[in-house]
């Protein structure tokens, strides 16, 4: 609140004041990006790394079909057609070892999602990109301040992005950031982020006047969401610390249980420190996840499933998505329930949460639904 008033007491409630700026720098110094710039929302960072990549009608992205719809929405948005890659069911990421197969001459950025902000195989991913020339964007919503193999999540693409949305971790309301790994995106970058103007250079005394210079549009967000947000992120740290103690509460208090019931809990690999994002369960079968789903609902606690595979959506099939396409995405959406999980949650809440949980008798006959392999 003080952040706040203080923006309003400036008079400069637009955006690119102090508190954008404070920001960009932390996040900047704290990832070790080239440059990072504040957007409206990860959808709107999206969309600048499509325009900032040229992509155009008749080009191909890649990526997986388990994620939100702005990953491939910001790229159709620039003509581009989706082409939908399954996961691994460890950690629910892209699958490193379908890659190649979906690479055509056409293939003009790979875009992966760190699934609840656990890391995809990167290495992998990296060195199949670097030999095909193919530049990576890296939607990280869920993942800032996690990591992979010591390297910070959003710092391996040449382009990266981030969620402030309130559902995340650290959160303005509606928000976002792009982060710049390869310096030459920087100038276009600012330009597409103020309406294809080069107005940031006019703001820092580089230019005597602004005027129109490239496609662009209103990426920007307001002071008062990055006094919001600059406060957010000061308090990472304590943030962080909060939901890792949520997160290993209902590790611990579930792992018997689970194991028990044949209900697969969050993998995260040894060398990959996680964001706490999101703690989900995989029960054994669809049926199974819908009556755990009423049972909690009638105890007053909200769990909700997650993304609905992109290549089975009316706009998936649309371009040519078709049911067994990415066989693991389609089971995993179908079991997969997410626990209440939010920075305020307190002890006493979530033993309540535990407790309901291990009373839960799984249904012993799963009926499990084969994926059907049918090419239109
Ligand atoms: C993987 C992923 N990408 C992008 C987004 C969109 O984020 P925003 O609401 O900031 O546009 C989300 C939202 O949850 C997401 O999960």
């Known amino acids: 609140m003080r952040y706040i008033a203080e923006a309003v007491a400036s008079g400069q409630l637009s955006g690119n004041g102090p508190f954008t700026r404070r920001c960009q720098e932390l996040l900047q110094w704290e990832l070790g990006a080239a440059q990072v710039l504040l957007t409206t929302s990860c959808t709107h960072a999206l969309e600048m790394a499509a325009l900032l990549l040229d992509i155009r009608e008749g080009d191909e992205i890649i990526c997986p079909s388990f994620t939100f719809v702005s990953t491939a929405n910001a790229f159709v948005l620039r003509g581009a057609r989706p082409v939908f890659a399954d996961i691994r069911p460890d950690t629910l990421n892209l699958d490193e070892k379908n890659l190649s197969a979906l690479i055509t001459p056409r ?4 875009v992966v999602v760190h699934y609840a902000g656990v890391g995809c195989e990167m290495d992998a991913l990296v060195a199949v990109a670097r030999e095909r020339g193919i530049p990576i964007v890296e939607d990280n919503a869920c993942g800032l301040f996690g990591s992979y193999r010591g390297k910070y999540l ?8 981030l969620s402030f949305h309130e559902t995340k971790n650290v959160i303005c309301g509606e928000g976002g950031a792009l982060i710049i790994n390869d310096p030459q995106y920087i100038r276009r970058a600012e330009i597409i982020r103020e309406k294809g103007t080069n107005r940031s250079r006019f703001f820092r005394g580089e230019l005597d006047k602004y005027t129109w210079v490239d496609a ?23 943030i962080d610390a909060a939901r890792s103690a949520i997160w290993r509460r209902y590790q611990e208090g579930l792992t018997e249980w689970a194991h028990c019931h044949g209900v697969q809990l969050p ?22 996840r819908e009556e755990l789903i009423r049972y909690l609902k009638i105890r ?71 994926a059907i392999a049918s090419n239109p």
């Open 267 to 288: 993998f995260v690999p040894h060398y990959c420190v996680q964001s706490h994002h999101m703690f989900y369960l995989l029960l054994p079968s669809e049926e199974a």
């Open 154 to 161: 959003g710092a391996f693409g040449d382009l990266a992005t």
């Open 216 to 238: 662009g549009s209103s990426y920007l967000p307001s002071e008062l969401q990055a006094a919001f947000l600059c406060a957010q992120l000061e308090c990472r740290k304590e």
């Open 300 to 370: 007053g606690i909200l769990a909700v499933f997650h993304y609905v595979p992109l290549h089975l959506s009316e706009m998936g099939l649309r371009y040519g998505g078709y049911p067994g396409q990415c066989p693991v995405t389609e089971d995993v959406s179908d079991r997969l329930v997410r626990l209440p999980f939010y920075n305020a949650l307190s002890e006493i809440e979530q033993a309540e949460i535990v407790q309901a949980l291990t009373s839960f008798e799984v249904p012993r006959q799963p009926v499990r639904r084969e």
């Open 107 to 110: 293939t003009k950025v790979l």
